[in-house]
């Protein structure tokens, strides 16, 4: 089948759906592909790149609709687009279903088949489709950028003969995808970061990233997020107050703050308020990731740079993954190749829409003439909840010590009960056994033990525990082969050889897989 990819027609969009590398795996899946002519120019791909990748280029809009089975976009069609549609076509695309009944509407009045990349389900299968978070990815690193394209100082502080240069601090909120890509960028930066999300579970996240996560003093316990996808459900007013007065305490301090607090399917919070904006010191700057559903912040515009009468930089823009048009189109058409991976599973260029298959039946909007927005809810959970943990209760000092004897008591019996059945055992087999016999297994017993002993002992220095025992083990092994390798019978001469080789294998290959793992933790 052709899969075409258009020229986007929205003003100052740079991304593209299909790029050179994505059409050459395309063409491995059994389709071919064509692109309007100047559909990658604002990318970086020439018209030539993608000829050289066997796509073929058709000079309008028109005749790409009208050649192409499948279409892929970046940004939600027109009215005008989508007159186009066709039936039996499938469009696979941004669509924005919550928002745009009109434009179900008449792709179910053509018979096409459209494929929303926003509605793809956040299970484990489809993060390699999942467009929202390769782009949220790039518009947190964008966001950190800009910021400092505004901002008047370093992020890293600096001592040197001229002064001393204090470090840019920087307050990202919301910790999703966006946010975290933010902190990472803004930590890498030099820049002290603080981080907060409605969800507290990321907070082992972000400051597993070098930052500091912001905690509330506040007692109502949150919802779980993984309970909803991973996104953040809303907040009690009480909540919010409290969370109010946090940005309040904050807002003197920091120099850049970073907003990415959205809610799907709703307005976006406004969460740094007039006064906050007019508490900030002059030259700081605010990027709103938000602008695009109202903005988090009470003075954003959208699409908008401004400056407050207090000199606060206040960034809306909207279009940050298109600022970094090269980049964005590489993930996205990665997206869109992997959907159309799974949409030919058997590589033989032929679509098979299976609606019974979680990703493809999630972000389906219309088929066969009929809207299927919105979907069921996928067979397998996005994300398990946490369950619920028990509270400890706090044992005071008179229990402790109770408990300390009742453990060590219930030890002792254990061990007494253990030595006597061991002792009542030996005492059987002596009791029939041969003189001979009790000898050898006497010191059996005891080579166990003291076998025992000697393993367990060993260090883990410059190892993983199970190579230290494994190696303890076979150190053991070897140490015995080699007393009966002088032995007088053929038979166990062999064994004793044959126990040396494997021995010696597993112990010298156990030193070589211990040194590969110190490798990667050097720096060289």
Request: charged letters at 20%; hydrophobic letters at 50%; one cysteine or more.
């Amino acid at each position: 089948m052709k899969i075409g990819a258009p020229k986007e027609t929205y003003e100052g969009e740079a991304r593209v759906a299909m790029t050179p590398e994505s059409a050459l795996q395309i063409q491995k899946l059994g389709h071919t592909c064509v692109i309007e002519a100047g559909a990658g120019a604002l990318a970086g791909f020439s018209d030539k790149v993608y000829k050289d990748a066997g796509v073929e280029v058709v000079k309008t809009a028109a005749a790409l609709w009208k050649a192409a089975d499948v279409v892929v976009k970046v940004r939600q069609p027109s009215t005008a687009e989508s007159k186009k549609l066709r039936d039996g076509q499938t469009l696979i695309s941004f669509f924005n279903p919550a928002a745009n009944e009109a434009g179900m509407e008449a792709a179910k009045k053509a018979g096409a088949r459209v494929i929303a990349m926003e509605m793809v389900p956040r299970i484990s299968r489809a993060q390699k489709m999942d467009a929202l978070s390769s782009m949220a990815n790039i518009a947190g690193y964008r966001a950190v950028i800009e910021a400092g394209n505004n901002f008047g100082r370093f992020f890293t502080g600096q001592v040197t003969a001229a002064g001393k240069v204090p470090p840019a601090k920087v307050l990202v909120v919301g910790a999703g995808v966006a946010g975290l890509a933010a902190i990472g960028t803004a930590t890498s930066l030099g820049a002290i970061t603080y981080a907060f999300d409605v969800r507290p579970e990321v907070a082992e996240q972000v400051e597993s990233m070098g930052a500091e996560f912001v905690f509330l003093d506040f007692e109502e316990e949150q919802a779980d997020g993984s309970a909803s996808g991973g996104y953040a459900s809303v907040s009690s007013p009480e909540f919010r107050e409290a969370q109010l007065a946090k940005f309040r305490e904050l807002a003197p301090e920091v120099d850049i703050v970073i907003t990415t607090a959205l809610i799907p399917n709703r307005e976006a919070p406004e969460l740094w308020t007039e006064d906050m904006v007019a508490a900030m010191k002059p030259g700081s700057v605010i990027v709103d990731l938000a602008a695009e559903k109202g903005g988090n912040c009470k003075l954003t515009v959208m699409d908008e740079k401004i400056v407050t009468d207090n000199g606060v930089t206040i960034i809306g823009y909207t279009d940050f993954p298109s600022r970094m048009g090269a980049q964005a189109s590489t993930l996205y058409s990665n997206n869109i190749r992997h959907m159309l991976f799974d949409l030919t599973p058997e590589k033989d260029g032929v679509i098979d829409h299976n609606m019974e298959d979680d990703v493809i039946r999630g972000a389906t909007v219309t088929f066969d003439k009929e809207i299927t927005f919105p979907p069921p809810p996928p067979k397998v959970a996005a994300i398990a909840a946490a369950p619920k943990k028990a509270a400890v209760p706090e044992l005071t000092a008179e229990e402790k010590a109770a408990k300390e004897v009742a453990d060590f008591q219930k030890e002792t019996k254990t061990q007494v009960t253990l030595i006597a059945v061991g002792a009542a055992l030996l005492l059987a087999v002596g009791l029939v056994a041969p003189a001979s016999f009790m000898q050898h297994f006497i010191v059996f017993v005891l080579s166990v033990f003291i076998g025992f002993q000697v393993i367990w002992g060993v260090a883990h220095s410059l190892h993983t525990p199970l190579m230290a025992v494994t190696n303890a083990i076979s150190s053991i092994i070897i140490l015995g082969a080699l007393m009966q390798i002088g032995s007088g019978s053929f038979l166990v001469i062999l064994l004793a050889a044959l126990a040396v080789f494997m021995t010696g294998i597993n112990i010298f290959g156990g030193f070589l897989v211990t040194r590969r793992m110190l490798a990667m933790f050097q720096k060289s």
